[in-house]
């Protein structure tokens, strides 16, 4: 099985841009999730989609929002570039079976950077 | 809310060495614990996890954990490392009952084994 596929691989953007990140699950994965990665404040989570559906947010700004489509592929875009959004941002997947001890599993991220 | 505190940023271990990676969390309601393992430019993979049960619980790689709920601590060991073994390490809470997927990580620990 493929695993998460995350593209593109590296982004440069300036201040006041938009970027849109994709991610391809797992095949017959139905949960992604979206995690922020920073050297300041480490991994933190943006939100949870599962069957196109937000299914549960962290604590960001609106300019950040996401998406899936109806075969689970994700997207997640971030309007109005801040310096501070520079960052790795991983996606996970999992079956999505609606408890909270699933195993996810990650790509290998977007390393996004704002200049 | 939930919090997690990784004690160590930075662990340097010579190889064959034992080594312990500390855990402690903090939380009104049981948590369901979890390692994770970065290698340089990937992905998280999952190393372990706690639900319940058994407070040792064997993971992948020779890793092991204790939970310990009194001292609400999470440690992770491996009685001998090696060279592939360095990585960064995460330790992460999600809350039972809760739907979907939704971790709180802490901040990492760099392990750095030394030939």
């Known amino acids: 099985k493929a695993g998460v596929t995350q593209t593109p691989r590296y982004l440069i953007k300036t201040r006041g841009q938009q970027v849109t990140l994709s991610c391809s699950p797992i095949?017959?994965?139905?949960?992604v999730s979206w995690y922020q990665q920073t050297p300041g404040q480490g991994l933190q989570f943006l939100f949870e989609?599962?069957?196109?559906?937000?299914?549960n947010k962290g604590n960001f700004p609106g300019r950040f929002s996401g998406r899936q489509f109806s075969n689970s592929r994700s997207e997640m875009n971030v309007s109005t570039l801040e310096l501070g959004d520079s960052a790795l941002y991983l996606c996970?997947?999992?079956?999505?079976?609606?408890?909270?001890?699933?195993?996810?599993?990650f790509g290998s991220g977007t390393q996004l950077s704002v200049l | 809310a939930q919090s997690v505190t990784q004690l160590d940023s930075q662990v340097p271990v010579f190889e064959e060495a034992p080594v312990e990676l500390r855990c402690n969390y903090s939380?009104?309601?049981?948590?369901?614990l979890f390692w994770y393992v970065q290698y340089p430019n990937q992905g998280l993979q999952l190393l372990l996890k706690?639900?319940?049960?058994?407070?040792l619980v064997k993971g992948i790689n020779g890793f092991e954990a204790e939970f310990n709920k009194s001292q609400t601590s999470f440690h992770l060991r491996k009685p001998s490392v090696h060279i592939s073994d360095t990585a960064e390490y995460f330790c992460?809470?999600?809350?039972?009952?809760?739907?979907?997927?939704?971790?709180?990580f802490g901040g990492g620990t760099r392990l750095m084994v030394k030939p």
């Open positions: 992460a809470v999600s809350v039972p009952n809760n739907a979907g997927n939704m971790l709180t």
């Open positions: 706690y639900l319940s049960g058994s407070t």
């Open positions: 095949s017959g994965h139905r949960s």
């Open positions: 939380s009104s309601v049981s948590v369901y």
């Open positions: 989609y599962f069957s196109e559906t937000q299914r």
């Open positions: 996970a997947s999992s079956l999505g079976q609606g408890t909270t001890n699933e195993k996810l599993f």
